[in-house]
């Protein structure tokens, strides 16, 4: 990845990631040549999201978002499918922290359940 606004966005949700659950793991997973470092995933008691960056985005898409409610409307990709949900952001987006955080908390809640 380029150290670019995307390494900057993802070190912010990596940060946000163990504010919301100081438990949880990353792994790189599913390494190919196309992709050598593999897709960052974060886990804690069972996957909770995945961090994948694009020329034009960084997408978070949570292992089981559709089961989660989203009060403050983060979710805006992968709205029809039916487990996961994403949420993409553009260098120019502003996340609000307090509402990702919520979700994450909220998804780690959903694994232990």
Sequence with gaps: MADDWRTARVQTLRS???????DVVEEAKWRKPTNPDGVPTFSCDGLVCTVETYRDKVKLTFARGASLEDPDGLFNAS???GTRRAIDLREDD???EDAFVALVR???ARNRE
């Design 79 to 81: 709205l029809d499918a």
């Design 16 to 22: 946000l990631l163990l504010r919301a659950e100081p």
């Design 106 to 108: 909220s998804a780690v």
């Design 94 to 96: 502003v996340l609000d």
